[in-house]
């Protein structure tokens, strides 16, 4: 059984770096990209991931609050990627449910075990 992943980051380049990473690792599948708050929302909607890698810093924030991702996000495990690792951005992150904030700068060596980390944990587990 596969680990189903979520990316959402509006990078193009980002999103096809952390594929290449994953698509490395057997027991994870991507499911889709998004690139938007919208998009994701949606996207968790049609493809049930048990992981999302969340970039902090997603267009159109004016209109979706912490608290409306918060909401929708608790069926996944909220692993939030940023640049930022400093006080502001770990409070983002709590605020949107994630459960680790880990740093664009170091991701490749933090990513596939913080996805590991989620599915071993029994509130989140990997749909079939």
Sequence with gaps: MSIKVLMADDSHAMRSAIRRTLEEEPRIEIVAEASTFAETIQKIA?????????????????????????AQLRCVCTLAVSLSNDDEARALAKSYGAVALLDKMTLYGDMIPAIMHCSDNKHFSASA
Excluded: Q
Aim: net charge neutral.
């Design 46 to 70: 049609d493809f049930k991931p048990a992981v999302l890698l969340l970039d902090l810093h997603l267009p159109e924030k004016r209109d979706i609050t912490p608290a409306l991702v918060k």
